[in-house]
């Protein structure tokens, strides 16, 4: 199994920046794809950037440009850069990573950190 570990979230002024990071602990050689979701209340879990174990990075629209995912596989750890923070990015942020083993799909999630944006 994979075990997940988040830091970095917290309350920023609009315009901020923040980093977010997620660790993985445990059977993380089989990790492939690893990723970040927000969820803001009221509203479902959504996407937010993804990097494969490639280096293949995708985001949601309309963080483009603002936000920087990168992953570090020497520490098992995948970032979340966001810049130009707005008061619309207020959820609760997920890490998420993937793998497969022993032919099975594992999907495994962080505890979350709250990012609170403030106008």
């Known amino acids: 199994q994979v075990q997940l570990v988040e830091s970095g979230g917290g309350l920023v002024q609009a315009g901020g920046s923040l980093r977010l990071s997620c660790t993985a602990s445990g059977r993380t050689f089989s990790i492939n794809a690893m990723g970040w979701y927000r969820q803001a209340p009221g509203k479902q879990r959504e996407l937010v950037a993804s990097?494969?174990?490639?280096?293949?990075?995708n985001y949601k629209g309309d963080v483009k440009g603002r936000f920087t995912i990168s992953r570090d596989n020497a520490k098992n750890t995948v970032y979340l850069q966001m810049n130009s923070l707005k008061p619309e990015d207020t959820a609760v942020y997920y890490c998420?990573?993937?793998?497969?083993?022993?032919?099975?799909?594992?999907?495994?999630w962080g505890q979350g950190t709250q990012v609170t944006v403030s106008s």
């Open positions: 998420n990573v993937d793998e497969v083993y022993e032919l099975r799909y594992y999907d495994y």
């Open positions: 990097i494969s174990s490639g280096g293949r990075t």
